[in-house]
């Protein structure tokens, strides 16, 4: 356990999240893909707080913004979601052009 | 023994987040997405950062994901999804996700960062509860308190935001007919 093996894994998750904005085509789905690359780079800031960085602490409270801002998204994102939902009827991220006027 | 832990958890991490990618209902994929956050929470722990670990737990498993099940329940029939991808598309995010995976891989190991740095000792309290609280809210130039309220403000504006997008429309709604 160093912190090359934390890296590779937090690309790995990266890649599979990038993979899911990619091929989802249900905007839940996109939502759901993001979160994981979120993860990924929270396991980077923590990977380097844990091996490398001078000021532990620091890198231990820095995911802690990363978690609410990605609260304040989702929610956000949801709420579209769901007036998407009322107004259109579908959730196709194909279909998403129609949203502009 | 940590080692066994480590890949033993990032193993099910990967194997997880893959389910949440391509499970083809989307209450598995949000219930595969609760599992991988608990073994983020694992790894958190196992670097010894307590508070982010029980941070995850309450805000992702607790908070989001909930709000997140409860919308794929309204907006779907118990997350059957229709709308599944061409085989184009889904070989295009393949060969996308490897190639940046690849490079990604190639620089780190190529490169002059000080990385495989092995495990090193921790002070005592670094990632306790008391430890980032106190530092959290520190007015000094080492402390958080900026970030911490412009967090507060932020998560009030996207609450009132989230209102008045989901709220419906009162305009028609509240004429007489």
Same mark, same amino acid.
């Given at each position: 356990?160093?912190?090359?093996?934390?890296?590779?894994?937090?690309?790995?998750?990266?890649?599979?999240?990038?993979?899911?904005?990619?091929?989802?085509?249900?905007? /839940?789905?996109?939502?759901?893909?993001?979160?994981?690359?979120?993860?990924?780079?929270?396991?980077?800031?923590?990977?380097?707080?844990?091996?490398?960085?001078?000021?532990?602490?620091?890198?231990?409270?820095?995911?802690?913004?990363?978690?609410?801002?990605?609260?304040?998204?989702?929610?956000?994102?949801?709420?579209? /979601? /769901?007036?998407?939902?009322?107004?259109?009827?579908?959730?196709?991220?194909?279909?998403?052009?129609?949203?502009?006027? | 023994?940590?080692?066994?832990?480590?890949?033993?958890?990032?193993?099910?991490?990967?194997?997880?987040?893959?389910?949440?990618?391509?499970?083809?209902?989307?209450?598995?994929?949000?219930?595969?997405?609760?599992?991988?956050?608990?073994?983020?929470? =694992?790894?958190?722990?196992?670097?010894?950062?307590?508070?982010?670990?029980?941070?995850?737990?309450?805000?992702?498993? =607790?908070?989001?994901?909930?709000?997140?099940?409860?919308?794929?329940?309204?907006?779907?029939?118990?997350?059957?999804?229709?709308?599944?991808?061409?085989?184009?598309?889904?070989?295009?995010?393949?060969?996308?996700?490897?190639?940046?995976?690849?490079?990604?891989?190639?620089?780190?190991?190529?490169?002059?960062?000080?990385?495989?740095?092995?495990?090193?000792?921790?002070?005592?309290?670094? =990632?306790?509860?008391?430890?980032?609280?106190?530092?959290?809210?520190?007015?000094?130039?080492?402390?958080?308190?900026?970030?911490?309220?412009?967090?507060?403000?932020?998560?009030?504006?996207?609450?009132? =935001?989230?209102?008045?997008?989901?709220?419906?429309?009162?305009?028609?709604?509240?004429?007489?007919?």
């Amino acid at each position: 356990m160093n912190l090359t093996n934390c890296l590779i894994l937090s690309f790995i998750l990266l890649s599979i999240g990038i993979l899911g904005v990619i091929t989802r085509r249900n905007v /839940i789905g996109i939502l759901l893909s993001i979160e994981i690359m979120l993860n990924a780079a929270n396991i980077n800031f923590i990977a380097f707080a844990r091996f490398s960085a001078h000021d532990s602490t620091a890198g231990a409270i820095f995911p802690v913004f990363v978690m609410a801002v990605s609260a304040c998204e989702m929610a956000v994102a949801l709420a579209i /979601i /769901i007036a998407m939902y009322r107004n259109k009827g579908h959730l196709d991220s194909r279909r998403l052009g129609e949203l502009h006027g | 023994m940590h080692d066994l832990l480590f890949y033993g958890l990032a193993g099910l991490l990967v194997c997880f987040s893959t389910l949440v990618v391509m499970a083809p209902n989307l209450v598995h994929a949000a219930i595969a997405l609760v599992a991988s956050f608990f073994m983020t929470a =694992g790894l958190y722990l196992l670097f010894e950062m307590e508070f982010v670990a029980v941070a995850q737990i309450m805000v992702y498993v =607790g908070g989001i994901v909930i709000f997140v099940i409860i919308t794929i329940l309204l907006t779907t029939r118990l997350g059957e999804n229709h709308l599944l991808p061409p085989i184009r598309q889904r070989l295009w995010g393949i060969i996308i996700a490897a190639t940046l995976l690849c490079m990604l891989l190639f620089g780190t190991l190529t490169s002059l960062l000080p990385i495989g740095l092995a495990e090193r000792p921790l002070p005592a309290d670094t =990632g306790s509860l008391a430890t980032v609280g106190s530092r959290l809210l520190q007015p000094t130039e080492n402390g958080f308190i900026v970030p911490f309220e412009m967090i507060s403000l932020l998560l009030l504006i996207a609450l009132i =935001g989230a209102v008045v997008l989901a709220r419906k429309d009162s305009a028609n709604r509240g004429e007489p007919s």
